[in-house]
């Protein structure tokens, strides 16, 4: 595992631990959000792989990681496109946003969320090791999906998607 960004409440920057003590702890640190639309107006899934440290077999938004120390938000939303979903595109960061939310396997999302917008058209060629699907899908299916089966999607993708779709 590598190290993530511990913040304080305005994402200034407190020192690095370890990603998984971080999140054994509940500690602030600092992580980014993708959200890839198509010219159709539809958001690219990404289904996290079942093998994840949490949320495994999830839905979210089309990729989300942390920084690395030293590394900016942006080039690091770069990075983690490429090697994730396998491209790359313009990214906008359109707000920022913190939240937490412990786990039933006992660890602790606390994150300082950077949430990036990009527009693509084409497929991508996803890491399997990080996700285990993808789909684009529409505005309207995705919400009555979300409102149908809260379950299948994660926590911070529910939380920050209406925000996204007011400001994108």
């Known amino acids: 595992m590598s190290d993530v960004v511990l913040v304080d409440a305005n994402d200034q ?3 690095t631990l370890e990603k998984l003590e971080a999140h054994k702890n509940g500690l ?4 980014f959000s993708i959200f890839i639309f198509n010219s159709q107006g539809e958001l690219m899934l990404q289904q996290r792989a079942t093998s994840k440290y949490h ?5 979210t938004n089309t990729t989300c990681s942390h ?3 030293g590394e900016k938000a942006l080039d690091a939303a770069h990075r983690r496109l490429k090697e994730e979903m396998g491209f790359d595109c313009e990214l906008s960061e359109i707000f920022s946003f913190t939240y937490k939310k412990t786990f039933e396997n006992g660890l602790t999302e606390h994150e300082f969320d950077h949430v990036f917008i990009g527009y693509y058209d084409n497929d991508p060629k996803i890491n399997t090791e990080e996700a285990d699907s993808w789909k684009w899908i529409s ?4 919400q009555t ?3 149908n089966h809260p ?7 529910i939380k920050s998607l209406p925000r996204v779709l007011a400001e994108r």
Do not use: M, N, V
């Open 145 to 147: 999906d979300i409102k």
């Open 28 to 31: 602030l640190h600092r992580a």
């Open 55 to 59: 949320c495994g077999g999830l839905w």
């Open 139 to 142: 505005i309207e299916k995705l």
């Open 151 to 157: 379950e299948s999607y994660t926590y911070w993708f």
């Open 67 to 69: 920084p690395a120390p």
């Open 13 to 15: 920057e407190l020192g």
